[in-house]
């Protein structure tokens, strides 16, 4: 079958073949992640967590497994999901920058010398 033919074939009755809100008013939209920690790894644990979420509106997108070197059962996972959500305005940007500063470094001019002896005092070197 043809890329063209699965295409058409994929569309519903009707359809204009776009997807909603995505016109030039549409708001921003990006892709948001959710990463679940496992501490309790089996079979329940894992089913319980993906149909929960996807339950939400999230889609199953992997999981990880961390292992333990003296056995074969994973000591951890991490299940990862996606969505589309809004995307953050600058003001939300902003304010996880303040929680999380990015680290800048000394001017140049100072050197770590010049730095000991200002936190020690003159007199200590």
């Given at each position: ?19 909603p ?41 992997g ?63």
């Amino acid at each position: 079958m043809s890329v063209a033919r699965a295409k058409a074939k994929s569309r519903r009755p009707g359809s204009t073949g776009k997807r909603p809100g995505r016109g030039p008013d549409a708001e921003p939209r990006a892709l948001l992640y959710k990463v679940v920690e496992l501490s309790s790894v089996d079979e329940r644990a894992l089913e319980d967590t993906v149909n929960g979420w996807v339950r939400q509106g999230w889609t199953f997108d992997g999981v990880q497994f961390a292992m333990r070197e003296s056995s074969k059962r994973p000591a951890m996972a991490f299940v990862f999901f996606t969505r589309e959500g809004a995307l953050a305005d600058e003001s939300a940007a902003s304010s996880i920058a303040a929680l999380h500063p990015v680290p800048t470094a000394p001017p140049p001019s100072r050197s770590a010398y010049d730095r000991l002896r200002e936190l020690a005092g003159d007199d200590a070197l």
